[in-house]
């Protein structure tokens, strides 16, 4: 694909940091952190709480609904 390797744990920790301390990706780190961690990981739960935040900022966006609703 033409994408360069890199280190899985390390891009998760640097999501993590622009979800919570970051001043002008918040968001779209908070968005592919959930993204990565449920279409990758398949872990659903760490998705959903990362998620979290966008739905109560955003409740109108049908993207961020959990499953079911």
Do not use: C, W
Not at 35 to 64: C, M, T, V
């Amino acid at each position: 694909m033409g994408i360069p390797g890199g280190n899985k744990s390390v891009g998760l920790r640097q999501l993590e940091t622009a979800s919570t301390l970051g001043e002008l990706t918040q968001m779209e780190a908070r968005f592919n952190m959930a993204k990565s961690l449920r279409n990758y990981d398949f872990d659903y739960h760490g998705a959903e709480q990362a998620a979290a935040p966008l739905l109560a900022a955003y409740p109108e966006n049908p993207i961020f609904l959990p499953a079911g609703r």
